[in-house]
């Protein structure tokens, strides 16, 4: 017996939820990025299981998308995050003032 879409679109909200107030609260980069990350998983999700409901590849073939710019913001964003770390010597999203005129 398959598990219904219902439950795999609840865990998907509640992981997005989860990944939105960890944006929103925490002051740690990493931990946001992390976050961002757990946002996207949550999309993810919901793309495979759209698709599998649908007997549709599509979803899937977006999820390998996903994934690689994913890897790339993560790259991106942990590069900015030493630069900015050699610099200022803290990482605390409060003191990140470098783009104020």
Known sequence: M???LD???ILSAALFTIGVVGVLIKRNPIVIF???E???NAVNLTF???SRYHNDIGGQMMVIFVMAVAAAEVAVGLG???SIFRNRASINVD???LMKG
């Open 2 to 4: 398959p598990i219904p």
């Open 7 to 9: 439950y795999y679109l």
């Open 34 to 36: 992390m976050c961002v």
């Open 38 to 40: 757990l946002m996207l």
């Open 48 to 50: 495979v299981a759209f």
């Open 80 to 82: 900015i995050l030493v």
């Open 95 to 97: 003191e990140i003032d």
